[in-house]
């Protein structure tokens, strides 16, 4: 199969740089090519690594050229970078069935082609696109390997049981459910993490917001129901992508806009993976609504008595200690608190360093996609109809597979392309 990709950027430039790749990309380019000085010439050969010399179709030429040739399945074909030469080209290639891929899949086929095994070579191909210096790190790790060789010892067991017993082996299970453990861990460091505030107007969420995020952007003010959108803004953590959320207050709602912000709020708080819920150190006057915790009660969370910088916060504190909660004071306005709170976060949603905090007989993550998990789950299923076929079918597809670059490890939540956002 051969691919082709537009690796310089669109758009009107100097030149545009096609690349091919493929184990005919030679043979498919050459009938195409004539070096200059002999138009017409039956000479297509591209010599050496660079070649100048022009782009026929027939007798039309489609651009003069300069033909990068790293190997005969990697040829770069330097264009002008205008976009009539660039579709002709284009237009020429796929007519020969070379097909046009975007660059993330490009990469892929790229790190194939240099021999990377194929999950670790999706893994790399999501590297461009980590969130956080611990998902580049898992991303980059070679140990990424050990899965793709457990899988072939696996389809190799499959095929040889096909031919002798006929039946599945028990311990495959456990092994499937090793992998989907690694996968929940995998998927916790990749994908961004949702944070979310919530709490009775005029508690200081927004405020905290600001400190937290390191930005000056939502409005603060005394007037309750100042925010009314929820607004988003990604942090990094110790190395975490996270995205944090700051939302509308419980409150009496007084207006449809009102109820509809306490709806987006509820939204909020039921799609977090982390509910922060601020209680307001100034006092008891305004609580926080129970229902919307009640709601969520899956969810972890963690309590924060806010303005520790007033008197009157130690009586709100002590009154949450009496429930028996242990929530992090904080204050905004002297930033005392704060690191606190975002350490209780990252223990809440699991976020612990696989290199720092690694616990004694915890799964070490393997960077796993979708549309791998999705093929767990089909082989999961193949185990305990006991099929052999199928357990074969969706191991052999796990690694052959292409992945869909819509895939949230690709665009993990305020990460590069989050209008893509799955
Ligand atoms: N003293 C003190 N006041 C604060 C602190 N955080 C917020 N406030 C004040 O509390 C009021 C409400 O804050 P805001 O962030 O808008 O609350 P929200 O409705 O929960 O978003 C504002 O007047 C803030 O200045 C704090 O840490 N200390
Ligand atoms: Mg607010």
């Known amino acids: 199969m051969n691919v082709m990709c537009v690796v310089t950027p669109p758009g009107q430039g100097g030149i545009a740089v096609v690349r091919l790749l493929g184990t005919s990309a030679e043979e498919v380019f050459s009938p195409f090519f004539s070096r200059r000085g002999r138009p017409g010439s039956s000479s297509t050969r591209i010599q050496g690594r660079l070649s ?37 080209f284009r237009e020429l290639m796929s007519r020969s069935g070379v097909e046009e891929v975007a660059l993330p899949v490009f990469r892929l086929h790229l790190w194939r082609s240099q021999g990377y095994h194929s999950l670790r070579a999706e893994a790399a191909a999501a ?21 793709e060789l457990a899988v072939r010892k696996r389809i190799r067991q499959v095929v040889r049981a096909m031919r002798e017993t006929g039946d599945v082996r028990p311990e495959w299970g456990e092994e499937l459910q090793n992998w989907e453990d690694r996968l929940a861990r995998s998927r916790r460091i990749l994908l961004s993490r949702k944070v979310v505030l919530t709490g009775a107007t005029n508690g200081g969420k927004s405020t905290l917001f600001n400190a937290l995020s390191g930005l000056d952007r939502v409005v603060v003010s005394p007037e309750p129901g100042t925010t009314r959108d929820a607004i988003e803004w990604g942090v990094d953590w110790n190395g975490f992508h996270l995205h944090l959320v700051d939302t509308a207050g419980h409150g009496e709602p007084r207006s449809q806009p009102d109820q509809l912000a306490l709806r987006r709020t509820r939204e909020e708080v039921q799609s977090a993976d982390v509910i922060v819920a601020v209680f307001d150190g100034a006092g008891p006057s305004r609580s926080m609504d129970p229902g919307f915790l009640d709601s969520a009660a899956k969810i972890p969370l963690v309590e924060v008595v806010s303005k520790s910088d007033l008197e009157s916060h130690r009586g709100v504190l002590k009154e949450r200690q009496k429930r028996g909660r242990s929530p992090v004071s904080v204050s905004s306005h002297t930033g005392e608190g704060l690191s606190d709170l975002i350490a209780r976060v990252l223990e809440a949603g699991d976020l612990v360093s696989p290199q720092a905090g690694e616990k004694e007989n915890s799964v070490e993550p393997w960077p796993i996609s979708a549309r791998q998990s999705r093929e767990l789950s089909r082989a999961r299923g193949a185990f305990a109809s006991g099929s052999l076929s199928g357990l074969l079918g969706s191991f052999r597809a796990l690694l052959q597979g292409v992945p869909d670059f819509q895939d949230p490890i690709f665009c993990p939540r305020g990460a590069l392309f989050s209008e893509r956002e799955t």
């Open 52 to 88: 100048y010399g022009k782009i026929l179709d027939g007798d039309r030429v489609v651009d003069e050229v300069v033909v990068c040739r790293r190997s005969r399945e990697d040829i770069d074909i330097c264009l002008h970078g205008g976009v009539v030469p660039v579709d002709r």
């Open 127 to 147: 590297l461009s696109f980590a969130g956080g210096v611990e998902a580049v790190r898992l991303l980059a790790r070679p140990r990424s390997d050990a899965f």
